[in-house]
């Protein structure tokens, strides 16, 4: 049975949705992140203007690289492919046509699969003129008799292989060589891109993969409205680095401190209890009872080995946490003057007083500048504190409590 126009129509819209060409062109924005990272000053990098991706730069100078996907079995690089000779040529044709300046250009092949050939090698190894022309040279072998003759080869890439190797275009393409870069990655293009972003950018490491997601959609996005105002695919290193700056400002002022440090344990509890520390005889100053205890001496111990745990990756300063102590002594100075005016109508008890205090603050919690804290961190500084007796809960704490000391009167 014969196909009918629909089935004929749906065999031409199913060819055109090639896997491969859909990749090639994401690969290119995706590559324009990668680039970006390394520039600084006015670079500008683009996407399909003089090349997939094309770096210029604030010297003069340009780099022209042109991306090969390879989702298959096929070598981009082989002394025989197409895409090999198809990418000398469009380059070839842009030196000729004044699109790309010869003696400012670096001619990159970006492939995303570690493959080899012996003519893009030996490109690969020039670093002068009388290299390049000698490498030039052999190549020709590959498809031209010593007599001038050609060899055998496909139609598929006979008018590029012509091109270069005819006499009148030697000289560019010499040149061309010369300035050859041939670069090759052996994981997938998504790893590479973000093992680079990690260590070019320098974040904290809690941000990088949220961070890496937003600019590859930042990348994405900007590219699509560069298309849809029918201006050239542009981006500056200028509009990158400003963007990088304020997510990472806005993502740094809703980061969470998150607790790494075990629970403490049962007994770990009891040989605090049992050690008589400040902090637990300012509670028992104004009367708390042993519930609130325990849970004191969780928040305390809590607080002190995650602060050291933030402090030794960085997550924190000594600048912080001295800004933060401080913060916390003026909040419980003001509470103190307020509860002493509030309820001075009502004649509580200097214990129900500094009761009163101690709930008050650890109602609130505070966290360290932009950074939010878990809610035991505030009320475990609050006892740090009073464990040295810089704040106390009984308003007559400084008469009870001697500085290297424990008990200075009798209580009831």
Not at 22 to 38: D, I, N, P
Not at 67 to 91: A, E, I
Not at 145 to 151: A, D, N, P, V
């Amino acid at each position: 049975m014969g196909k009918t126009k629909k089935d004929k129509e749906e065999v031409t819209l199913a060819n055109t949705h090639v896997p491969d060409k859909v990749y090639a062109y994401s690969l290119q924005v995706r590559h324009a992140l990668y680039e970006l990272q390394s520039c600084s000053s006015n670079d500008i990098v683009s996407v399909e203007v003089l090349e997939d991706v094309a770096v210029v730069k604030s010297n003069g100078t340009v780099d022209a690289i042109q991306l090969k996907s390879v989702l298959s079995n096929n070598n981009p690089v082989s002394n025989r492919s197409k895409d090999l000779w198809k990418t000398l040529y469009n380059w070839l044709l842009s030196v000729k046509n004044k699109e790309l300046d010869i003696d400012n250009t670096k001619f990159i092949l970006f492939i995303t699969v570690d493959k080899k050939g012996t003519i893009v090698d030996s490109f690969n190894k020039c670093t002068t003129r009388d290299s390049a022309q000698e490498v030039w040279e052999v190549a020709k072998q590959e498809f031209y008799e010593e007599t001038g003759e050609e060899k055998e080869f496909s139609d598929e890439y006979a008018l590029y292989v012509r091109s270069f190797f005819k006499s009148e275009n030697k000289l560019l393409a010499v040149q061309i060589i010369q300035n050859f870069c041939l670069k090759t990655i052996k994981t997938n293009h998504t790893t590479f891109l973000y093992d680079a972003f990690c260590e070019r950018s320098m974040l904290e490491e809690d941000l990088s993969g949220i961070l890496f997601t937003y600019m590859l959609g930042w990348i994405e996005k900007k590219a699509a409205e560069l298309v849809e105002a029918k201006q050239p695919m542009c981006i500056s290193y200028q509009e990158y680095k400003k963007e990088l700056i304020a997510i990472r400002r806005e993502f740094n002022q809703k980061q969470s401190l998150k607790e790494l440090a075990p629970r403490p344990t049962e007994q770990e509890v009891r040989d605090e209890m049992s050690a008589l520390r400040r902090y637990i005889e300012q509670l028992n100053v104004v009367e708390c009872d042993y519930t609130e205890k325990i849970e004191a001496i969780n928040d305390y111990l809590r607080a002190s080995t995650n602060r050291t745990i933030w402090a030794r990756r960085g997550d924190i300063s000594d600048g912080n946490l001295t800004s933060y102590q401080e913060t916390l002594i003026k909040k419980w100075a003001t509470k103190q003057k307020i509860i002493s005016l509030q309820y001075k109508h009502l004649n509580l008890s200097p214990e129900e007083l500094g009761r009163l205090l101690y709930l008050e603050c650890k109602n609130e919690p505070i966290n360290i500048d932009h950074l939010y804290v878990p809610d035991f961190f505030t009320v475990g500084c609050y006892h740090a504190l009073s464990d040295d007796v810089e704040i106390g809960w009984h308003p007559k704490y400084k008469d009870i409590f001697m500085s290297g000391g424990g008990l200075n009167v009798q209580l009831k």
